[in-house]
T-cell receptor, first 113, second 109 residues
């Protein structure tokens, strides 16, 4: 069974703080993704990575950065958190191959005050 | 970019069938997926269909694909309160699927 875990289910931070969201998968998947989910907007892709140390911008990368030093771990970094980054953050992983299924973590609900 | 469209809400009575519809625009989609998201949780793959199939049945779930109209539907037979969730349609062309905005299924007694 594929397992994708995220470091926190709930997180409360203050404006201007640096925030780290961690994601770990245990199935040796090449691809990893960070999405944010907001009501009425569905899932929006922030960044993805198709290999260690490789990263690509998604649809809404502004205000975020990522790090993938090891294959199983993909971190999302908010350099200076702002209130409009309050959201549900979902991590996913998938093996290589066109159309391969994504496996999602449980999500981190981040509130920025 | 390509779009996946689905209605935002569906309300059904317990025991009835639910039909959630989705339209997509990329005719080269190889796979089409349905994901389920329960409250406070991540997305979970419910079922998928290859683009060369018309129908797939899995217990209470039936997926219908009309490639000509680029229309995908998910039918849930005998809908239960535990089926209340958000259902996302997604299409896979590359390894980055395109998701719809999700349909909130509300099941009432």
């Amino acid at each position: 069974d594929v397992k994708v875990t995220q470091s926190s289910r709930y997180l409360v931070k203050r404006t201007g703080e640096k925030v780290f969201l961690e994601c770990v998968q245990d199935m040796d998947h090449e691809n990893m993704f960070w999405y944010r989910q907001d009501p009425g907007l569905g899932l929006r892709l922030i960044y993805f990575s198709y290999d260690v140390k490789m990263k690509e911008k998604g649809d809404i990368p502004e205000g975020y950065s990522v790090s993938r030093e090891k294959k199983e771990r993909f971190s999302l970094i908010l350099e200076s958190a702002s209130t409009n980054q309050t959201s549900m953050y979902l991590c996913a992983s998938s093996p290589t191959g066109v159309g391969d299924t994504q496996y999602f973590g449980p999500g981190t609900r981040l509130t920025v005050l | 970019g390509e779009d996946v469209e689905q209605s935002l809400f569906l309300s059904v009575r317990e025991g009835d069938s639910s039909v959630i519809n989705c339209t997509y625009t990329d005719s080269s989609s190889t796979y089409l997926y349905w994901y389920k998201q329960e409250p406070g949780a991540g997305l979970q793959l419910l079922t998928y269909i290859f683009s060369n199939m018309d129908m797939k049945q899995d217990q209470r779930l039936t997926v219908l694909l009309n490639k000509k109209d680029k229309h995908l539907s998910l039918r849930i037979a005998d809908t239960q309160t535990g089926d209340s969730a958000i259902y996302f349609c997604a299409e896979g062309v590359s390894y980055i699927p395109t998701f719809g905005r999700g349909t909130s299924l509300i099941v009432h007694p």
